[in-house]
Structures are given as structure tokens and as C-alpha cells.
């Protein structure tokens, strides 16, 4: 499988990321750190749920109002369910012991210059690189 790079949808889909981000912060003085948002609309709920419900709302809904607009989201899953079974389990690990998400340390973390969020980034963008390497030339897989 190939992998198409789409800048002009990847520099929109930042801009909309980044903006969501300052909107909160402005707003609410919150953090875009989607697993700490899930986390507080899981009972017990948080006495702030609302705001909670309503980001993830948006983040759910917006893919299907894009396709609603015409746009169209390409995209290939090469693996089985129980793969991305695992793949969901191990990225939740990962998010518990490094302390947040890739939206809360990689977005606004860097942006807030925090050495803990630059340090989790590293780590987890080097992950991601050397996994993609280890899959697509070593095992031979297509991911």
C-alpha cells in the first residue's frame, strides 16, 4: 500500500488542529490533550463534562461534515481488527506512562515550550519512525 501525502489536506487538517487548541486554552484555559478530555467524560464524570462532550463531539462530527461538503477521506486499513485491537492497546499503555497524548504534549505541550512534553514527542515521533521502518523494510509489511 502506498502512502499519499496531501499537503494541502495535512496543512488544513493542522491549521483546524492548532486552532481547536487556542480556542480552548482561551476559552476554557484547558489543554487540547484528547486522552485527558476522554477521561473526564468516563464515570465518575468530571464536573466540567460538558465542554468535554462537545470537543470530542466536534472531533467526531467534523470528518462526517467534510464528506457531507464533498470532500473525500481516502484511506486503507491493511490490517485486521484484532491488530488494531492491539495497536489501540499499546498506544493507551504508552499514553498512560508517558503522561498524555500525542494532541496534549505534541501540540500543546511544544507549544508551551514544556521540556517533559518535547522529551515525550521525541520519543514517540522516533517510535513511530522506527516502527513504520521496521514494518514496511524489514518484515516486509505494507503498513
Known amino acids: 500500500m502506498e502512502t499519499s501525502f496531501t499537503p494541502v489536506m495535512s496543512f488544513a ?7 481547536a487548541a487556542v480556542l480552548l486554552m482561551a ?12 477521561a473526564g467524560i468516563i464515570p ?24 457531507a461538503a464533498g470532500g473525500v477521506i481516502d484511506y486503507a486499513v491493511p490490517v485486521s481488527l484484532p491488530v488494531l485491537a492491539i495497536g489501540g492497546l499499546i498506544v493507551g499503555i504508552g ?3 508517558g503522561a498524555g ?3 496534549g504534549h505534541g501540540v ?10 518535547i522529551a515525550a514527542t521525541l520519543t514517540f ?3 513511530a519512525g522506527l516502527t513504520v521502518y521496521a514494518v514496511r523494510h524489514l518484515a516486509g509489511g505494507a503498513a
Open 13 to 19: 487538517g493542522g491549521v483546524l488542529i492548532g486552532l
Open 27 to 38: 476559552v476554557n484555559g484547558r489543554i487540547a490533550g484528547m486522552t485527558g478530555i476522554l
Open 44 to 67: 465518575p464524570l468530571s464536573s466540567d463534562w460538558a465542554w468535554r462532550l462537545a470537543f470530542l463531539a466536534g472531533a467526531a462530527v467534523a470528518p462526517v461534515v467534510m464528506i
Open 95 to 97: 499514553v498512560y506512562f
Open 101 to 103: 497524548c500525542t494532541s
Open 108 to 117: 500543546c505541550g511544544i507549544a508551551r515550550l514544556s521540556p517533559r512534553s
Open 125 to 127: 515521533m522516533l517510535t
